[in-house]
Nanobody, 121 residues
Framework: QVQVVESGGGLVQPGGSLRLSCVVS????????VAWYRQAPGKQRDMVAS???????IYADSVKGRFTISRDNAKNTVYLQMNSLIPEDTAVYYC???????????????WGQGTQVTVSS
């Protein structure tokens, strides 16, 4: 059974950095766009960053210049380097493989448990 396992979250002070990792089991990782999402309490899950097979990236305006998404296909792993963190970045972060269907991206695999990121002094 394909699993998605996120890690690397924690408590960090404003201005600090964290690096999230996500391992997706199975043999399809290298053929799909990967993405990080986040969900704050009481809010919907929103895409933070995506990275295509060809290396094209898209970032939410709120994280541009601060977050960097990358992937290692040999390790079935996607990373999210987060710098200059602010309290508004506090959320549970999820990753997934995604594909475009119709007019939106759709998650390819079941969502994992996510990893909690808390930015607070």
């Amino acid at each position: 059974q394909v699993q998605v396992v996120e890690s690397g979250g924690g408590l960090v002070q404003p201005g600090g950095s964290l690096r999230l990792s996500c391992v997706v089991s199975g043999n399809i990782f290298s053929t799909y766009t990967v993405a990080w999402y986040r969900q704050a309490p009481g809010k919907q899950r929103d895409m933070v960053a995506s990275l295509t097979v060809g290396g094209n990236t898209i970032y939410a305006d709120s994280v541009k210049g601060r977050f960097t998404i990358s992937r290692d296909n040999a390790k079935n792993t996607v990373y999210l380097q987060m710098n200059s963190l602010i309290p508004e970045d506090t959320a549970v972060y999820y990753c997934n493989l995604i594909r475009w269907i119709g007019s939106s991206y759709v998650a390819v695999r079941n969502w994992g448990q996510g990893t909690q990121v808390t930015v607070s002094s």
